[in-house]
T-cell receptor
Framework: SQTIHQWPATLVQPVGSPLSLECTVE??????LYWYRQAAGRGLQLLFY??????ISSEVPQNLSASRPQDRQFILSSKKLLLSDSGFYLC?????????????FGQGTRLTVV | GENVEQHPSTLSVQEGDSAVIKCTYS??????FPWYKQELGKRPQLIID?????GEKKDQRIAVTLNKTAKHFSLHITETQPEDSAVYFC???????????FGTGTRLKVLA
């Protein structure tokens, strides 16, 4: 069966520090991968998605970046965190290519920038 | 760009009553509409989905309806129970893009 791992679960970082969140998927090949951010009391904002190795689509201009160095690995990074980067970050995957189907979410990372 | 509007943002119902959450999407090419339930501090999980070639789908106490002409879709929960309390998100996806655009969520409270 397929599983998705996301870490760390919680993170407190000072303003201006770098960020690296990692997500890996097991049990499937060539998944579509996603990074979402959920600010307190708000919806799920799509940040990046990837349909293949090295293919990254950015949805929202910001100081974050994403990379997909391996088929089932998706990394969210920042060189310098801002206070506004605080939130709940969720990695997700779906079966690709083909019909749009269910997206499966990781456990999430709660990031607090202080 | 693509947008999904969701209403209401909060909804309180008495246990046993029905709850309805409505969403409107902007991209007429959207063809897949999932609904997710997120309990406090947990990941969103799919509860039901519908494709554009279907007008209604039901799974026990949960049903979803789709009006493609109006670009509306709705979640209906009947005989609500306290464990239905959570945040519900609708989403829309355009075929071939594999990109899910979510609504802003509805916090449902079922009062015992």
């Amino acid at each position: 069966s397929q599983t998705i791992h996301q870490w760390p679960a919680t993170l407190v970082q000072p303003v201006g520090s770098p960020l690296s969140l990692e997500c890996t998927v097991e049990g499937t090949s060539n998944p579509n991968l996603y990074w979402y951010r959920q600010a307190a009391g708000r919806g799920l904002q799509l940040l990046f998605y990837s349909v293949g190795i090295g293919q990254i689509s950015s949805e929202v201009p910001q100081n974050l970046s994403a990379s997909r160095p391996q088929d089932r690995q998706f990394i969210l990074s920042s060189k310098k965190l801002l206070l506004s980067d605080s939130g709940f970050y969720l990695c997700a995957w779906s079966i690709g290519p083909g019909l749009d189907t269910e997206a499966f979410f990781g456990q999430g990372t709660r990031l607090t920038v202080v | 760009g693509e947008n999904v509007e969701q209403h209401p943002s909060t909804l309180s119902v008495q246990e046993g009553d029905s709850a309805v959450i409505k969403c409107t999407y902007s991209d007429s090419a959207s063809n897949y509409f999932p609904w997710y339930k997120q309990e406090l501090g947990k990941r969103p999980q799919l509860i039901i989905d519908i494709r554009s070639n279907v007008g209604e789908k039901k799974d026990q106490r949960i049903a979803v309806t789709l009006n493609k002409t109006a670009k509306h879709f709705s979640l209906h929960i009947t005989e609500t129970q306290p464990e239905d309390s959570a945040v519900y998100f609708c989403a829309a996806s355009r075929g071939g893009t594999y990109k899910y655009i979510f609504g802003t969520g509805t916090r449902l409270k079922v009062l015992a």
